[in-house]
Every structure is written in C-alpha cells, then in structure tokens.
C-alpha cells in the first residue's frame, strides 16, 4: 500500500478527505481521486454527471461499490474551479 500526498489548499483537503469512505476498499475511493484529477486537469469533465446517468440507466447499485448515500452531494463532486 502507498500514499499520495498532494499540494492542495486546506479547503480542498478536508473536500477530499469528508469524501473518501474509510471502511471499505472498493472503488468508490478510486473514483473520488480520480475526480480530484479530473477537477484539475480537465474543468469541463463530466464524471458526475456520467456515473448519475450510469445508475439509473442500467439500475447500478452504487452502495454496493462503496458509494454513501447523498455522494453526489459531498464537496468533491460539486467542485467548479475557477481560472
């Protein structure tokens, strides 16, 4: 196992922090990082978005992937960056 430390503001690290699920490896954690990269290198990225569509499209069951409830209103996956 490795950690990734990242230069971000205090902001943004408690974001990311709140939307990480602690108790459980399955790859919701793997879409909140990339989120993160996506949030910087891409500001039109639609992921959100996408995995909403994917849900309801094909009745996805996102708590069993690790998602919590209301993860779609956690911080991380609302973030608009500003240049």
């Given amino acids: ?15 990311i922090t709140t939307a990480l699920n602690k ?8 879409l909140v990082v990339m989120q993160h990269l996506l949030n910087i290198i891409d500001i039109g990225s639609s992921l ?12 996805v069951e996102n708590k069993r992937m690790g998602f919590p409830d209301e993860w779609h209103d956690l911080p991380i996956w609302k973030v608009e960056l500003k240049i």
């Fill in 1 to 15: 196992m490795f950690q990734i430390d990242l230069a971000l503001s205090v902001n943004y690290r408690i974001s």
């Fill in 23 to 30: 108790t459980e490896h399955k790859i919701y954690n793997t």
């Fill in 48 to 59: 959100t978005g996408d995995l909403k569509l994917l849900f309801s499209r094909y009745g």
